[in-house]
């Protein structure tokens, strides 16, 4: 962690110098008349969309919630190994870590084939496979996530803090053209009704050049662009519930699949604290058109099914937090934005969603929080570089192109993996059903999906061809970046290559350089240092705007091949090591070494060319964008050209 860059400062270092002017936002406030971004509904997706909007002050960003305050118990639950890294960008994975369940192992529990009425261990295995992520499988109360994401906002520059208790009547979208055929600076008109009781009935009227609808599966934005969620309901209900229970079951904390011979099927995943766990009940099969509020479920419906599948072990329900019944169904927008698909060419877009109002999952694959935060991850790195000018509003066009068809890809699997879970068991060799062994084969085949490190973004303009794709075979075009252990050059410390990326809206430039010796006037390193640092055509010199540090818009990381022992830090070209902020300091972590002592080269554990080294270009939500030689300045350039705008005089 990095600080003190514009001057000696003391307190927490996490929490950032505010801007000079702030609009603060209260529920006793009214909300300004414009703004650049209005978010609607406090989810996960509104926040994470929030807490990185926050980061940038001259952004007018508001995030508004009808109901009256923060959320304080979540329905989700399971943080993907994929999300976690996305949580290091905005400084709070080590707080999920401490305080969440770690998945480690899951077992696999099927009838006894002596005595069909009771269960015995047919399986057990580890949760995610080695090496996939230096991050766990965890579990936490999505409430305390939501408490995470509040804290980076009112830490940020901006401050922000949620307005609640505004609920969405309208919203309207100026598409028309002015005379010099401009469109209008904020085209989106949004009605809001105060329902807090101090305001009750208030409304107000906010013009917004963007609006980001993450208000949930009954999503009143979405309506208002006239999208619809299809898809069809399995027609199979579930219940949930959180309970303190004793229990002689003897994997109470793994998390578990069980599948009995007549009763249905359980998923039991332990909560974070040490006593209290989650169970998923599977319910009777609905008729067609049948809802489930119809069959007035209650709580000890759910405990008696559980007690029915779990014998003959004994389940004492001490106390119930929290439960609920609803139906599977996966559902998905044709669309994310509110530009219909024969009007791309002609039209921007002004209004998104995001999360459960684009893409409904079921609970069996833990999907849901986290794509959705993943949703706006993808979105507010680009309305933020829109909004500052880097990239034309054409960008925002990816947003919708990228999200839709990993939406559908990830229900495609959620649809076969509930399917599976509410099958009948085979009962022979030759008979219908399933048998338990293959639920427990898919979910390790498909164990990079409930990862989260499943997604891939296909060529673009922000993903590029896979041309040069064997210069780094373990770093994929278009999946996000894998970490792996380095050594930081400056002060010899062990870190996480992947951790130096913040969610700031920056892109990466990971340079694995060659064997040469990098103080060599032959070393294509230095030769690429001397072009971004001289050439007209260098992306840092075209994309930042003159005073801005060199790093600005795309932070360049070094890594070397040499142990860190080996190299001298004075002897690194100058764009190594940069001067930044208003007093010129050097900033010393800008290269890396191998992380020899562990056996955990980099190198070799990411497939990089150690004979021509290569560049790995990062997005800034994580994800590879392109592989390319190290000597290829001309193809650098133009990568960046495509979709940045020039900000610095030709």
Known sequence: MQFHLNGFRTGDPAVSEPATELATSSTGASLPQEVDVLIVGCGPAGLTLAAQLAAFPKITTRIVEQKPGPLELGQADGIACRTIEMFDAFGFSERVLKESYWVNETVFWKPDATQPEAIVRSGRIQDVEDGLSEFPHVILNQARIHDFFLDVMRRSPSRLEPDYSRRLLDLQIDTARNADGSASSHPVTVKLERVDPAHEGEIETVRARYVVGCDGARSAVRKSIGRALEGDSA????????????????????????????????????????????IYVELDKLSENERVASRNIGVEHL???????????????????????????????DKFDDVPAEEVEQRLPAVFIAGDACHTHSPKAGQGMNVSMQDSFNLGWKLAAVLRGQCPPGLLHSYSAERQAIAKELIDFDREWAKMLSAPLRTSESGDGVDPKEVEAYFVRHGRYTAGTATR????????????AGLAKGLAIGARFHSAPVIRL?????????????????????????????????SRLRALC???????????????????????????????????????????????LPR???????????????????GQDIFAARGIDREHGCLVIVRPDQYIANVLPLDDHAALAAFFAAFMAPQAPQ
């Open 580 to 598: 930044k902020g208003r007093l010129g300091l050097i900033d010393y972590e800008k290269v890396f070494c191998p992380e020899l002592r562990s």
């Open 235 to 278: 027609n199979q209900a579930w219940g949930v519930m959180d309970v303190l229970a004793v229990t002689d079951f003897p994997d109470v904390r793994l998390k578990a699949l069980i599948q009995s011979a007549g009763e249905g099927t359980i998923i039991i995943i332990p909560r974070e604290g040490g006593y209290l766990i989650r």
């Open 490 to 522: 400056g002060d010899a410390k062990p870190v996480e290559l992947g951790h130096v990326a913040q969610a700031d809206g920056r892109w990466r430039l990971y340079v694995f350089a060659d064997r040469t010796d990098p103080s060599s006037g032959t």
């Open 530 to 576: 001397d072009f971004l640092t001289d050439s007209p055509s260098s992306p840092l010199r075209r994309h930042t705007r003159p005073g801005d540090d060199v790093d600005a818009v795309i932070d360049l990381r070094a890594i070397l091949q040499q142990a860190h022992r080996d190299v001298a830090v004075d002897a690194l070209p100058s764009l190594l």
């Open 303 to 333: 405990i008696a099914a559980a007690q029915r599948i779990l014998r003959p072990y004994s389940f004492e329900v001490k106390e119930v937090a929290w439960w609920s019944v609803y139906e599977i169904g996966q559902r998905l927008c």
């Open 457 to 468: 973004y296909a060529p673009s303009t922000l993903t590029g061809q896979p041309t040069h």
